[in-house]
């Protein structure tokens, strides 16, 4: 078999594409050991993250996320109203009562405590003696 080209377009395309394709690939995928001489790529600039508006957007989001509050409505109206009342009850009870410091904290603590002594007394005053006598066995 003869494979010689019979036409012009023939001796072409034979000459421009070998039939036998290159069997080392080794330097295909090898990275070039010249970094400098490449085309470096560049960060591209995103407008809205830069933006105030986006910035400030973000922020209030963020506060109403924290603070409970849904901007997009999303909630039931049971749950909304829910919500709201659980908001005012918070409310009063800030206006009612202002934040106590430390001392007065430890003070009602010790006043607790002293009130849960007086009641075990009482308590052990008005049971029977036999009863008293019962647990005294027992314990030894």
């Known amino acids: 078999m003869d494979h010689t080209p ?3 377009a023939e001796t072409v395309f034979a000459t421009s594409y070998p039939t036998k394709p290159p069997t080392d690939y080794s330097n295909a995928f090898r990275p070039a050991n010249d970094d400098h001489l ?3 790529p560049k960060k591209l600039p995103n407008p ?5 508006n986006h910035r400030v957007m973000q922020q209030e989001l963020k506060l109403n996320n924290k603070l ?6 999303q909630k039931s109206e049971l749950s909304k109203v829910f919500q709201e009342r659980q ?21 009602e603590r010790r006043k607790k405590e002293a009130e ?17 006598m019962k647990e005294k066995l027992r314990k030894a």
Do not use: A, C
């Open 6 to 8: 019979k036409s012009e």
């Open 38 to 40: 490449l085309i470096q």
């Open 48 to 52: 809205v993250l830069e933006s105030r």
């Open 68 to 73: 409970g509050i849904d901007v997009l409505n």
């Open 87 to 107: 908001r005012e009850h918070l409310q009063e009870q800030t206006k009612k009562s202002p934040m106590k410091s430390e001392f007065e904290l430890i003070l």
């Open 116 to 132: 849960e002594v007086e009641l075990k007394e009482t308590e052990e005053q008005e049971r029977p003696e036999f009863v008293k």
